[in-house]
């Protein structure tokens, strides 16, 4: 993807992109209207293809004339959905379809864009390419992420050997994280281990406490709790920093400064617009997205970069978190900063369907990181909604349905192997397969995945998670 | 004061000291009606005018039955301010009145209340009489510092003995300080000595980057060039603790936890009715409020307080900084902090006249502590606004007006001699003294003065400013 890029083109806005669409389509009408040699026209046309390949990189949408390029729409702007729409924002994650949030339609394409839906692959071979050693964990391109924003300039950097970051977080609202909470982290490893880049992860313990009822110390302890739940994961502590809002607010030098520069330059109209915040909002929250974003920046961690500022940041999210960093991303130019590179997640279903709402205080919604081998078994066999027929005939005569069976789309998530989960797609759908035995198939998966997590949680001493949360130089020279 | 208070009334908020009045005086009507023993009606009648004496101390207006206390108003609610009334918010004080601006009409009282004119009389004698020693620096009971809110709890800490710190601050807009920002500098050093309690000053360059076209570095530096003014008052090392909000925020591991805790206990609303902000403003401004009013809680100085909480704060301001402090007054009691005490002082009129704006881009509106003894004179022959007749001849008869006379006010700020103002007051009111030659006392007063600052501020190095704004213990055990 990176190579089919002129490299003028990567800092050009998608409305510059856009234009210079445009123009290069006028050119090539004027050399076919004034009948110019072959080769020339040919040229242009290239060149048209590759701006048009530029564009639906940059903006995920197909380049229509007289169409100029709409950003994300994710906006909560506090008018009333309508039925059948899908809602999202950072607080909410509301559809009523079985199989879960329509992504095309939220990102504003109406096709899939295979360029993005292969994302990952892309990433593995560019990496490959350049590393020449395989750390390919395969089910990270199964649509899982799914849309971005500038990540070719991430892959460019990598391939200049320029330096960038990764950052992701979490907002612990309770003890309790189930398997779904693991898929960003899982990622976020991944692209560690295949870029080899310092990575940051903010625990907004802070925005906890704005939210929920709850005491500041109390957000403090789940900061610290998820903490081990996140280490468990398997990150490298010469290369990982994880922090609470709480507690490293109060001592970097540089993360405060950023804050108020993006509060400086978002008005309450804005976060208004984007969050949905009403005048009766505490102003915690109404200030907390500059919280957010202020990661993003590389000045924010001192410890890390060497006072470097300019270093451009990758942050691997799901979908809902978007707002955040659209904001961020406007910003970003008018306080000297890089725009945060993106890799958006979908959403995670409840054991229930997709439309289901998740509640770390419903056990039954999900498979929770804490859950016995005998309660993942329950739970999945009375609870996981089988997109399966009625009786053992009807389905062995029309199939089960994947698209909206909660066991499969968790196997799509946790099966490592693609041979595997293709297979058992195809037996499904055929009728070969019944409910049951896929039930069996994710029990299977599921109880070691979390016995082996449960495992490494043990081992994560509070001397660990103290060790990964203090400010400190990590193993890269800047 | 303290003394004619009960100690169990201390606690009570005004609305329920309106109670507390209202009942006693049902009683002492109840006794009278029912021909009660004289002693029993005596009694009953002292208890009820002390009862109002606390209500009238507590909330600076007069019990008047069937009208609940208001709040002090001083707020910019953005509604349009009629002709004649003053209107003061943290960022604008404007009057007509060469008088300058009314204090009663803006506490919201009809008479001067002699209580809160002589509060600093009270405070010496209260002081003398637990300490045999006499720290008076008079001019400090001429109503410059003229209203207060619980000071009668400080008073009884002090007499028993109980701890409580000092808190004042200034937003570095400039690196331009004239000669009325020492003022409440001047009173809080005199505070500090006489009570002997620790000081903690907050210099708002967060506040200033958010509300001036200014970079973050540069309000820094303004911070730390008026750290050296500050000093040059003559601050006791050991005994106070200067800090800038963009350097202290990133060192401290309580100030964050305070600011984030009252800024989930106020809302847009509420800001917007306090300092009339709207929704084109920048989040950084809506939530400042909170910033300026954690160092009310002692918690936000773990260093100095041993990690304590709850002990109380006194904080001496200028008027105009009321609204932040009503509003920590609000939420301190929800967040389990004890309400900080407040001391208002007076305006520092422009040399044109008290309805002038004081500028610090205008050179002429003020003397600068930069000024040299030339400037001073000249400022004050060719702008000082005043009081006196057009021609010697109606001077001499009719007399000059020492109520709008700038260099007469300036004498109040800045002679320490009671009896030489008094003198000089009969003098230029009788039409004894001319306008050029109060003037020339003013000048004689002022070049002294601020060659003195200038002087003191020269023996300021970078070291010893960095040592004041170090966190650290102060030479207090709590």
Redesign the interface.
């Known amino acids: 993807m990176a190579d089919s890029l002129n490299c003028d083109l990567k800092s050009l806005s998608p409305l510059q992109l856009f234009e210079r669409v445009t123009e290069q389509g006028e050119k090539v009408r004027a050399l076919k209207a004034g009948k110019a040699p072959k080769d020339e026209i040919d040229a242009a046309v290239r060149m048209l293809l590759s701006l048009k390949l530029s564009y639906k990189t940059t903006t995920g949408q197909d380049y229509q004339a007289g169409l100029p390029p709409k950003d994300l729409v994710l906006i909560n702007n506090g008018t009333t959905k309508e039925e059948d729409e899908d809602l999202v924002d950072p607080w909410n994650v509301q559809t009523s379809n079985a199989k879960g949030v329509d992504y095309d339609k939220l990102i504003g394409i109406t096709l899939p864009s295979l360029l993005l839906r292969n994302l990952c692959k892309v990433i593995l071979m560019t990496t490959e390419t350049a590393r020449h050693h395989n750390k390919s964990r395969s089910k990270h391109h199964r649509g899982i992420f799914f849309s971005h924003r500038d990540m070719d300039q991430i892959l460019d950097a990598y391939e200049n050997k320029k330096p960038f970051y990764l950052y992701t977080g979490r907002g612990p609202s309770s003890q309790a994280m189930h398997v779904g909470h693991l898929i960003p982290f899982l990622f976020t490893k991944w692209l560690q281990e295949v870029f080899d880049v310092p990575l940051v992860i903010q625990l907004t313990d ?1 925005e906890k ?2 939210w929920k009822d709850m005491t ?1 110390e109390k957000a403090y302890e789940y900061a610290r709790e998820n903490a081990k739940d996140i280490i468990a994961c398997g990150f490298d502590i010469n290369k990982t920093f994880i922090f609470s809002d ?1 507690d490293y ?9 950023n804050i ?2 993006v ?7 804005q ?2 617009g984007i969050f949905g ?8 929250k ?2 907390f ?2 919280i957010q974003a202020a990661p993003s920046f590389s000045s924010s961690f001192p410890q890390i970069f060497n006072g470097k500022e300019n270093i451009q940041c990758l942050i691997p999210c799901a979908i809902d978190q978007d707002p955040y960093f659209r904001m961020t991303r406007d910003v970003a130019p008018r306080i000297g900063q890089p725009k945060p590179a993106l890799l958006h997640s979908v959403f995670f279903p409840a054991l229930q369907g997709a439309q289901t709402k998740m509640s770390a205080s419903d056990p039954n919604s999900s498979i929770f990181l804490t859950d016995t081998p005998k309660q993942i078994k329950t739970k999945i066999n009375k609870h996981a909604f089988s997109g399966g027929r009625d009786t053992i005939e009807e389905h062995r005569k029309y199939g089960g349905n994947c698209d909206v069976d909660v066991s499969f789309m968790y196997l799509t998530f946790f099966l490592e192997d693609d041979d595997r989960l293709e297979q058992l797609k195809q037996a499904y759908t055929s009728g070969e397969l019944l409910t049951g035995e896929l039930k069996k198939v994710l029990i299977e998966t599921m109880q070691p995945l979390v016995a082996a997590h449960q495992e490494r949680r043990k081992q994560v001493t509070d001397e660990i998670v103290k060790q990964f949360m203090t400010p400190r130089k990590l193993a890269f020279e800047f």
């Open positions: 802070d406490y704005l500041v709480l607010l109060g001592t970097s030098a540089g993360f405060y400064k108020v520069k509060q400086k330059h978002v008005t309450f109209n976060v208004k915040f009403t005048d009766s909002d505490c102003i915690g109404i200030s997205p500059a």
